[in-house]
């Protein structure tokens, strides 16, 4: 390839024509796309005594403003929601995971305006504390909005994180493949609105903006495509790095999905032309030894923070290790879709915000089609091998039909491995994900050139997008309502209880179940300290143990958990008394704090009455003040 100007068509590629993989028609696009630099011809011209109406065009950049806006709109549609009251609504039947990130987005603050460490804090699980690096902390996301979480509260960043989240990826894709993949705007704007609004994109909406925050993986996977052929090898690999090392103060977990979808989309490639390989490695060794170096200095202390320093896990927790999906997941419509249906996913993901897959029949048979249609293309193969591949490791360990298991996957003895062992399985969906979107956009791409009139063509093309999107079509995230933040720590009454070494202790103790503590925390921009929360950490909080959620367990902790559970309140016995008192004293807790209008507030009131007498009713909690029990006794 001499010129950055010069195009290939993979479908023109025969079998004895390509040197590399730009010829191949892997990536065949470079600069700006020939559509953008070639005078549109004029109209043909009209019979005698006809009119034709003429409409006003757009300009190639007014196109591009109309599909981004288009992406915005879609994006505010789905978290419409939410936006209505971001303090007051949070994601239906789980909202433990908005408060975690609610909370880390507090942290960046700290970060930005303390100078606080950014990989480990004591501002919850207090003394042990958490270790951040393993525990997808978002740093990437939460400093550069700590002037909105500032003015607004980390609940409105939290909302506008999930719709610049849905927005940007479908806009990243869509410029990528606009600029490098295809001719057609539409074909562009097709797979960026898959890969920004697929199922799998909204189910995680609601619950995981790190996961959702993609925008950078087509620009990670044009660069590993374009280092191939690179004739500057190693300014390409520092590129690469500095992209990866972003990412992965995003998520980690989605770096390692495109690590892995690249080298496998790679070698489908090679496998199909070998001789690709004779004009790419060079190339490619040269700029990944680039990235690997460069991303490694500027990761290696995060990542010894994460694998060794205080409170580092090894694996994930046995809850989440073996999600896996239905093999029916494939042709079910998701949940927060236009035909998706709630009830009937039952049992084809572990939960709702793990729907991974969820495609639809529609659209399932119409990716076979394409692939069956394109099957000539190197790229359609190779695009078609890797999201079966992944699809099959998706399916975890056990292999289900309709909740019915029928085999033991290839998951089984992958999960132990180093790295892998911290991923959840059902998630290699999203790598299905992409790839579908892909071949759709190189279906509407090559649909273009088919001998039919325009019209019938673009009536064809229309119906053919509408049986596959119209099913799943986003619709509006399901919310519910929550509780606000005290009054109490609003108006930082609680400060004349909490030192800077002690902890308020919010009932229940915060746990998996039980967040609304740390959104107090996080509202308070974590000026004070709580015991328990959600959070990985090592078993009985011994370094380098497996992964749990939670910290070591509480006796306290378990008393009022089941109380909020049950609503029943609990006789205690002296060994629950003096094991409750000794987690109050490690906590170093100044004050209990429980909502007058707490769930069961009236039996979790009577439980810690027993523990450690009457408490205080103020503004809009009760208030047990516990400093004279837990402040360590003075030197004879």
Known sequence: MTSADTRVDPAAVTPSEPVNLHSAGVFPLNGAAAGDRKPTPDPPATAPGRRRLRLPSLTARRQHLVVVGGFLLAAFWVTSQIWINPAGRVAALYSSDPAQVQFFLAHSVRVVLHGEFPFFTEQFNYPDGVNLMANTAILALGIPMVPVTLLFGPAVTFVLLVTLGLAGTATAWYVVLRRHLVRSRLAAAVGGWFCGFSPAMLSHANWHPNIISQFLLPFIVWRVLAITRSQRPYRDGLLLALLVTVQAFINEEILLFTAMACGVFLAAVLAQRPRLWWAAWRPLAKALATCTAVAGALLAYPLYVQFAGPMAYHGLSDAVRDYGNDIAAFVAPGSPTLGGDDAANTGLAPNYSEENAFFGWSLSLIAVGIVLWLRHEVVVRALAATGIFFAVLSLGERISWWDQEIGVGPWEWLVRLPLLDAVVPTRFGLITTVTVGLLLTLAVD?????????????????????????????????????????????????????????????????????????????????????????????????????????GRPSGLGELLSEVASTGRTLQLDDRQQRRALDDLRHWRAAILVLPVDQHHAEPLRLTVEQLVGPGTRELDVWVWDVRALTDPAPAA
């Open 446 to 550: 090559r649909s273009r050139k088919l001998p039919l009139p325009r019209r019938t063509l673009r009536l064809r093309t229309a119906a053919g997008l509408v049986l596959a999107l119209l099913p799943i079509a986003p619709m509006p995230l399901a919310v519910t309502s929550r509780p606000p933040v005290p009054e109490f720590i609003t108006a930082d009454r609680w400060r004349g209880y909490v030192a800077a070494d002690q902890t308020l202790v919010p009932i229940p103790v915060p746990s998996m179940g039980n967040t609304h503590g740390m959104r107090w925390a996080a509202a308070a921009n974590l000026d004070f300290k709580i015991p328990g929360g959600y959070f990985l950490a090592p078993r009985n909080a011994n370094t380098g143990d497996p992964g749990r959620f939670g």
